[in-house]
C-alpha cells in the first residue's frame, strides 16, 4: 500500500468494517517505538459535539428550547408549515 501525494491511505474494506471506521470517524495517529498506529476515538468530542458544547457556553447552558423553537426563531415564524415562500423569514 502506498500513500498519496497528499498523505493519504486506503484503510482495507475488511479492516473498516471489523472496528466500525464509518466515514466521518474520528481517528487519532500515535506514533509508539518506531511505528505508527492509527486509533479509532471513542467518546471524544466529534466536531458536532464541539459546536453543541460552544453553543451551550455561549448562551450560559441555561436556555432550554426545543428544536422547533430554534427553528422558528432563526427561520421565521413560518418555519414547517410549508408557507414559506423564496423570501419570507430570511431575517436579512
Do not use: N, Y
Request: glycine share 14%.
Amino acid at each position: 500500500m502506498k500513500i498519496t501525494s497528499k498523505g493519504q491511505v486506503t484503510i482495507p474494506k475488511e479492516i473498516r468494517d471489523e472496528f466500525g471506521l464509518l466515514p466521518g470517524t474520528e481517528v487519532e495517529f500515535v506514533a509508539e517505538r518506531g511505528q505508527v498506529r492509527v486509533r479509532k476515538l471513542e467518546g471524544g468530542h466529534t466536531r458536532g459535539q464541539e459546536i453543541v458544547d460552544r453553543l451551550k457556553k455561549a448562551s450560559g447552558g441555561d436556555i432550554k428550547m426545543s428544536t422547533e423553537e430554534i427553528m422558528r426563531l432563526t427561520r421565521g415564524a413560518d418555519w414547517g408549515t410549508g408557507h414559506l415562500e423564496e423570501r419570507d423569514g430570511d431575517p436579512r
